[in-house]
């Protein structure tokens, strides 16, 4: 990028013009430039950047890679953090291998979203897989990852991965092959965002569901999950995909990166029984490496919510639809253009 200024709005969550080659960068933290993620109204959540190392609007969503002090390379999308260098093994092992633990042999897995290529570095750790297809809609992101992200460098260059760069929607319902686990590495749910109807029941139903091979087993990300946070999207994520599958389990994490705790949700029409112990045998002797995380007795106590989520998650009777969405706070590209 040479000395080329990175001109980005203050709105869209940075403090300052920033430059690649800008004295202030490695100097005192009250002049350098600072990204903020608009968490709420009366909200924000600060990072000191080294460099910003791209940034963009494509077809779908407003892009940003940035070079942050504390948390590494991070990915922004519509102006909220999706990934962070330094902890990303968090969120990307909690969204992976819960499902391909669960399941007795899985073998083909199609991961929705993933442009970074994080979730497919995870899922290829699984010995017993034959074929992971990876389906992003955003042709920048994608690139972009690949060449910055470099930790994921070998899961792009391997042969059982399949890349397509499609509306996962569109590629699920062309598709005539039926899959072990279907992922939702999805970015969250926001108002004029690509990705909210691929939460809805509708998707569940008629397109997601009947791609499962029998025992199939479908997860997906369901944004924060935290105390005061969870009755945003969580609750009703979870609420929409019970009506859809019969055994429906949620589990949350805490990601320092995110400023919250985490959710996700693992559905089936088969029952989940796996102890502790089975867990861990099946680490050791499916994954081709060290999980950073994730562990057989952290993974049964993420699925003991305190009784806040709890009685939220039981009592949630909100099921997502195209026209009844609910949305996290910010505002994606179709919003902006059409506003």
Not at 102 to 130: D, W, Y
Request: aromatic residues 10%; negative net charge; hydrophobic residues 40%.
């Amino acid at each position: 990028m040479g000395t080329e200024a990175v001109e980005i709005l203050f709105e869209n969550g940075f403090s300052k013009v920033c430059n690649d080659t800008d004295p202030n960068v490695n100097g005192n933290l009250q002049d350098c430039c600072w990204f903020e993620e608009v968490i709420d109204d009366d909200l924000k959540w600060s990072f000191a950047l080294n460099r910003v190392l791209h940034k963009g609007t494509s077809e779908f969503q407003d892009i940003a890679l940035l070079d942050t002090k504390r948390f590494g390379k991070v990915l922004v999308i519509d102006g909220k953090m999706q990934s962070a260098e330094v902890d990303e093994f968090i969120y990307h092992e909690c969204l992976i291998h819960p499902p391909l633990l669960c399941h007795q042999n899985p073998k083909t897995v199609f991961i929705m979203g993933g442009g970074e290529g994080s979730a497919a570095r995870e899922a290829l750790k699984h010995k017993s897989l034959e074929k992971v297809v990876m389906c992003d809609i955003d042709q920048e992101v994608v690139d972009f990852c690949r060449r910055f992200l470099t930790v994921n460098q070998e899961a792009f260059c391997s042969k059982k991965l399949n890349l397509v760069v499609n509306d996962a929607k569109a590629e699920l319902e062309k598709r005539n092959e039926k899959f072990d686990v279907i992922f939702g590495d999805l970015a969250d749910p926001v108002e004029g965002g690509p990705c909210y109807q691929l939460y809805t029941k509708s998707f569940y139903e008629r397109i997601l569901k009947p791609k499962l091979n029998d025992n199939g087993i479908f997860v997906t990300q369901a944004g924060p999950a935290g105390i005061f946070t969870h009755k945003e999207v969580f609750s009703s994520i979870y609420n929409t995909i019970k009506q859809v599958f019969k055994h429906v389990v949620a589990y949350t994490a805490h990601v320092p990166s995110f400023a919250d705790t985490w959710g996700w949700v693992m559905a089936s029409d088969q029952p989940f029984s796996i102890n502790a112990e089975e867990i861990d045998n099946r680490i050791k002797s499916r994954i081709n490496a060290e999980l950073l995380y994730l562990n057989g007795a952290s993974f049964l106590s993420s699925t003991t919510m305190n009784k806040a989520v709890y009685l939220s998650l039981l009592n949630e009777t909100h099921v997502y639809t195209e026209e009844d969405a609910r949305f996290i706070h910010g505002h994606g590209v179709a919003y902006n253009n059409s506003h």
